[in-house]
């Protein structure tokens, strides 16, 4: 199976400063078809994960635009460029490249200072 | 826009079977752009992708290899929903079990409530 690792377990923010969250793959995540199947969601505390990003960059429909997404091969990064409160959560990078060998990160806890 | 609604009991004795439905409002169970998923969470295991199925002109699934001998998806279209059936649970399957809708490739864009599902004498 391909392991994802995210780094840092846990990363407390002051608002309105940048947040970033990497995810590093044991193995390429780019598909036989060219395409790479990495995607980041996003969970509230006690809510369901929720998409943010596909394919390493594309926003989900409702995602706002503080939120981006870059990486390619095995080394991924999540961003949000000014952190507001209902960012607090964990975020999670999954890969569905090697599916049915479907795997996520441990997750990056969002806190605020 | 979907919605989709989880029901299903909350605890589930060592070697029986759990089953959840997910009951599907804003789209149909027979689209054909759409796939629906299983997934559940843990503590020790984390997010962990279970399986989908999805219609093409005929049903289709998928099953993740650490739970395909005991697996189950199906669809019932005449509800608009679908189901996961477990079979001969441990107290390993312990997790909050969600369903979710994909679009895309896996672009998990719609989720379910979550269930969580305790497996205890």
Known sequence: DIVMTQTPLSSPVTLGQPASFSCRSSKSLVHSDGNTYLNWLQQRPGQPPRLLIYQISNRFSGVPDRFSGSGAGTDFTLKINRVEAEDVGVYYCMQSTQFPLVTFGQGTKLEIK | ?121
Do not use: M
């Open chain 2, 1 to 121: 826009q979907v919605q989709l609604q989880q029901s299903g009991p909350g605890l589930v004795k060592p070697s029986q079977t759990l089953s959840l439905t997910c009951a599907i409002s804003g789209d149909s169970v027979s689209s054909n752009t759409a796939a629906w998923h299983w997934i559940r969470q843990s503590p020790s295991r984390g997010l962990e992708w279970l399986g989908r199925t999805y219609y093409r002109s005929k049903w289709y699934y998928d099953y993740a290899l650490s739970v395909k001998s005991r697996i189950a998806i199906n669809a019932d279209t005449s509800k608009n929903q679908f189901s996961l059936q477990l079979n001969s649970v441990t107290p390993e399957d312990t997790a909050v079990y969600y369903c979710a809708i994909d679009r895309g490739w896996l672009e998990l864009d719609c989720w379910g409530q979550g269930t969580l599902v305790t497996v205890s004498s």
